[in-house]
């Protein structure tokens, strides 16, 4: 099991910026990917942002989806089982709940793990 504790969402104008951090706690060691999904309100969850682990190929994939790049950026502390979402230039759009996820390959068959979710709000 992997828990979450999320963090840093809010209101804001659009145009600003907020930061997103969550940190996992549990059988982290078996986390491969850390992500970012986002459900706006009447809609689906959808994919914000995504992070591996660095392996022996070289450094972390990241993805975002294409209505937050250049705009929005994800790290991670790995050492510290976090994951951040560094948001700019905020648009009323990006008004949702965000939620952390993890992926693990601890099994056989992977799981997925969500966090409680944080209320992000852009609105003038």
């Known amino acids: 099991q992997v828990h979450f504790v999320e963090s840093g969402g809010g209101l804001m104008q659009p145009g600003g910026s907020l930061r997103l951090s969550c940190a996992a706690s549990g059988d982290t060691i078996c986390i491969s990917a850390m992500a970012w999904y986002r459900q706006p309100p009447g809609k689906e969850r959808e994919l914000v942002a995504r992070m591996t682990n660095s392996g022996f190929a070289g450094a972390a994939i990241i993805n975002y989806t294409a209505s937050v790049k250049g705009r929005f950026t994800i790290s991670r502390d790995v050492a510290r089982n976090m994951v951040f979402l560094q948001m700019n230039s905020l648009k009323p759009e990006d008004t949702a709940a965000y939620y952390c996820?993890?992926?693990?390959?601890?099994?056989?068959?992977?799981?997925?793990?969500w966090g409680q979710g944080t209320q992000v709000t852009v609105s003038s």
């Open positions: 996820n993890a992926e693990t390959d601890c099994t056989a068959d992977g799981r997925n793990y």
